[in-house]
């Protein structure tokens, strides 16, 4: 079977389905590490990016295997690949808040959007990618939240506003890559085929305005998490 793009309805019996066994899940997972000493949470905290790690390697042995593992679709250049690779490895390095400063804001935002509009990229029609969609989105929502909550990680008053700049320096570097390799990474060469009510226009002008949203957004996150205006 030749891969193709799966996309769930929103709010049809499908999407409902599937977002309340995910939603009730990140609770659970948040509630029983809100009672774990400091220690064993830390741990706690691993086990997802472990998750994470294990359905990223067979994900892409997989494609390998099947002969549908090409640069244009499975390069980590979409927001939700970069976030799912920074949750992969930053419990396993020295405590470093740029990345999860990163993986916060474009973690969560990522998650939201990809699990509230589910577009499945090069599926091929099996379970296995049926699931490890929406567990390597859980997780990549699950992660940040967790250090945020649990392991003492914070978020510095601008950290928002770095996000953005961040955001368009990738950008500046993927949109060019997308033409040259024929991809269409952070769907900056077309939009999303999901009905996204934040995919306005064509390109480019849908981009300008994720450029107003993205900022909009990243600075409701940080109010709402830490409870301060700047």
């Not at 793009?5 to 019996?13: G, V």
């Not at 590490?33 to 294990?54: C, D, E």
């Not at 040259?180 to 990474?185: F, T």
Request: proline letters at 5%; one cysteine or more.
């Amino acid at each position: 079977m030749e891969p193709k793009t799966y996309i769930i309805e929103f709010l049809s019996n499908e999407w409902i389905r599937n977002s309340i066994f995910t939603f009730l899940g990140i609770l659970i997972y948040l509630f029983i590490g809100k009672r774990m000493s400091p220690k064993t949470s830390l741990h706690y905290a691993k086990l997802i990016s472990v998750v994470l790690i294990t359905t990223t390697l067979i994900g892409h042995f997989r494609n390998i295997m099947n002969g549908y593992w090409n640069i244009s679709d499975n390069l980590p250049f979409h927001l939700c690949g970069i976030s799912n690779l920074i949750a992969c490895f930053i419990l396993f390095i020295p405590k470093n808040n740029r990345l999860f400063e990163f993986l916060y804001y474009a973690g969560i935002l990522g998650a939201i959007q990809a699990l509230l509009t589910p577009q499945i990229n090069n599926f091929d029609g099996s379970s296995y990618e049926y699931f490890e969609y929406y567990f390597s989105h859980a997780g990549i929502l699950l992660l940040p939240i967790y250090m945020f909550k649990n392991l003492d990680y914070r978020l510095p008053s601008f950290s928002w506003l770095k996000i953005v700049l961040y955001l368009n320096i990738l950008v500046i570097i993927v949109m060019p890559l997308n033409f040259i390799i024929d991809s269409n990474y952070m769907y900056l060469a077309h939009k999303p085929n999901v009905n996204n009510p934040f995919v306005i226009g064509e390109w480019p002008y849908y981009i300008l305005f994720w450029e107003i949203i993205v900022v909009v957004f990243t600075y409701l996150l940080y109010v709402i998490s830490t409870g301060k205006k700047v």
